[in-house]
């Protein structure tokens, strides 16, 4: 069994990097994917973990990206991490920032002031902060009953708090990828489910691989066995690898390192990625 889908403190998990592994260990799990959100900031520490422990890290990103059809998450897999790709991210952590501060500033403005060095606490000393944090801070500091009435009322996009943050096109990060030796995963593709037909969706699949997309997630935490059929079905349909795991963020939600509702991920996910890497 593997997770090939799995944050970290680095991003909005709440396990170590290295706790991240242990857990995979524990679970039985002989790989498992460090996914944190546009930053390769846990890969050090989990790979040691790993080597210590004896379960395979997977060094990935999930990156967001916009296109001309909305908003999206994309997975790179073994990306070199001297790529431009690579470097570009610590550009948008830079811009990430700033959106904090400018976050907390509209919430003073409107009566939910926070403070900054605790939001910090709380995400962890080397996370990105990101509206998570901020969520969860605010539920602390009494100004929401709930972390979704967190989003709801102030943070969703719309929201008062809310500002868009600066994010790459799909071009960019599947041409990224591809430059920086690795492999591009759509990740979680019906996000909305309900919101668009599966003809949309497939629209945009038919997009990302123009674009020179390599794999899709045909396995993954929420999915209905509808869902799953579907990904399979555009997986041989657009000869794309499969992949996929479990999106865990630790206590943040509720999903569960090493499963999803329709099972665990077959290694052999893995290997048929592993072996695509070596005919680049
Ligand atoms: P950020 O990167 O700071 O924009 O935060 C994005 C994260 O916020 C997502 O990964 C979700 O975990 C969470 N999030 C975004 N929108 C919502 C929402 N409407 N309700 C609950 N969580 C949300
Ligand atoms: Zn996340
Ligand atoms: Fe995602
Ligand atoms: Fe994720």
């Known amino acids: 069994m593997i997770d090939l889908h799995a944050h970290s403190t680095a991003s ?10 242990a857990h ?22 989990a790979m040691e973990a790993g080597r210590r422990l004896g379960v395979e890290v997977v060094p990935g990103v999930e990156f967001s990206v916009e296109d001309e059809n909305g908003r999206f998450h994309l997975l790179g897999y073994y990306v ?5 790709l690579v470097s570009q991210l610590a550009q948008l ?9 400018k976050m907390y500033a509209r919430l003073a403005e409107i009566g939910k002031p926070l403070d900054p060095a605790r939001v910090r606490e709380i995400a962890g000393p080397d996370a990105q902060i ?12 009494g ?12 943070l969703a996009s719309g929201g008062p708090a809310y500002l868009p943050k600066k994010v790459l096109t799909a071009q960019q990060v599947i041409e990224g990828i591809r430059e920086a030796g690795g492999i591009s995963v759509w990740a ?31 396995y993954y935490w929420t999915y209905n066995a509808e869902e799953a059929a579907h990904m ?49």
């Open 12 to 21: 909005d998990g709440t396990f170590s990097p290295e706790e991240l592994v």
């Open 24 to 45: 995979a260990q524990e679970q039985g799990l002989s790989a498992v994917g460090i996914t944190d959100h546009d930053t390769i900031g846990g890969w050090d520490e």
């Open 80 to 84: 070199d991490r001297q790529s431009h």
């Open 93 to 101: 952590q830079h811009e990430r920032a700033a959106r904090n501060e």
């Open 130 to 141: 990101g509206r998570p944090h901020i969520a969860q801070a605010m539920l602390e500091a």
């Open 143 to 154: 100004h929401v009953a709930t972390l979704q009435e967190a989003f709801d009322k102030y």
């Open 188 to 218: 979680h593709p019906p996000f909305d489910r309900g919101k668009r037909s599966w003809d949309d969706y497939e629209a945009i699949m038919r997009r990302f691989v123009e674009l020179g997309l390599r794999g899709v997630e045909t």
């Open 232 to 280: 399979r079905a555009w997986a041989k349909r657009y000869n794309l690898l499969e992949s996929g795991g479990s999106d865990f963020h630790g206590a943040r939600k509720p999903n569960q390192l090493g499963t999803t509702q329709l099972g665990p991920v077959p290694d052999d996910v893995l290997t048929a990625l592993k072996a695509r890497i070596k005919v680049l």
